[in-house]
């Protein structure tokens, strides 16, 4: 294949858009807010799922509290009935008394043993609110961590954009100063060789590979007419000749 020299250094320009906008595609694709809003959203799913596991709980527990709290009521209001059958004075019969006394003991113990049940759950209670109180402070920190996180992140995506979006009006205009054969060849070895499909010759270096030319490359390279598209014999890239390259 063939092309001018002019063509050739064109090459050049347009790998250079290229690779900028490869650059910036990676940088979009890697930019640290993303693994920290991953972060951010997997504790984010913890704390809620803690949260209303402690919401659950401290609305069972509140339903038991009620529960406790009915039971010492009843035992409560029975015993009182039953001190007032006691000092009305209307049972007379000593094996009836000593019942009733019993029975009023008997429910002074029940009522004892209620109200220590209240409290313990009151205790348990009281424990949950705190913990749901806890959870609540950590979820709300994590979610205005997250909210930063994800304005930093389109902050930073809005300017890759508006600099690709500026980048590719440049590489169309670049693209379509080069000629069709010669950019159809360098789109091909673009994408077989991540993205540089022509490299500059400098210092006798092929700048894709990296790699120097031996002499008999460097003699092929030489003989080769100015509008010969030459490839490097290593990376098989277009080697555009400059005239720092070394030959």
Known sequence: MNASPADQIRLLDLQALDSRLGQLEHKRNTLPEHAEIESLGSDLTQLRDLLVAAQTEESDTAREQ???EQDVD?????AARDQKRLDSGVVNSPKDLENLQREIASLAKR???LEDVVLEVMERRESVQERVAELTRRLES???????????????????DAERGTLAKEREVAAGSVPADLLKLYEKLRDQH???GAARLYQKRCEGCRLELNITELNEVRAAAPDAVVRCENCRRILVRTPDSGI
């Open 66 to 68: 009620v529960k406790a």
């Open 74 to 78: 009843q035992v409560r209001q029975r």
């Open 111 to 113: 009522q004892g043993d």
């Open 142 to 160: 994590v979610q205005a961590k997250a909210a930063e996180a994800e304005g930093r992140r389109a902050a930073a995506l809005e300017g890759i």
């Open 194 to 196: 991540g993205g540089v």
